[in-house]
Nanobody, 125 residues
Framework: QVQLVESGGGLVQAGGSLRVSCAAS????????AGWFRQAPGKEREFVAS????????YYANSVKGRFAISRDNDKNMMYLQMNSLKPDDTAVYYC??????????????????WGQGTQVTVSS
């Protein structure tokens, strides 16, 4: 099993940038496909991005494509989400998640077995 802890959230103005991080422990992180989800107040948790075990393949929600970049460093057991051109609609709690298997194009909550506790990102207008 793998344990996940997010960090790096905060308050940023619209148009700004922020990077959130996910630290993994337990099993080797490269055994898992990993991704990011977010949940805004009063809304359901939604998929943001995911990437393959080695990090070479990525998959994004249309709402963040071209603005966000997901990456991982398996040597450090870390995953990152670089967020640029942030909008107020990006305000949410951001969760990292991991799943067994090889397919990275999985966007349902039920596809992921391991979750962090979340980090708050607030974008002011």
């Amino acid at each position: 099993q793998v344990q996940l802890v997010e960090s790096g959230g905060g308050l940023v103005q619209a148009g700004g940038s922020l990077r959130v991080s996910c630290a993994a422990s337990g099993d080797r992180f490269n055994l898992y496909v990993a991704g990011w989800f977010r949940q805004a107040p009063g809304k359901e948790r939604e998929f943001v991005a995911s990437l393959t075990r080695g990090g070479g393949g990525t998959y994004y929600a249309n709402s963040v494509k071209g603005r966000f970049a997901i990456s991982r460093d398996n040597d450090k057991n870390m995953m990152y989400l670089q967020m640029n051109s942030l909008k107020p609609d990006d305000t949410a709690v951001y969760y990292c998640a991991a799943r067994d298997g090889y397919e990275e194009k999985k966007s349902q909550i039920s596809d992921y077995s391991y979750w962090g506790q979340g980090t708050q990102v607030t974008v002011s207008s």
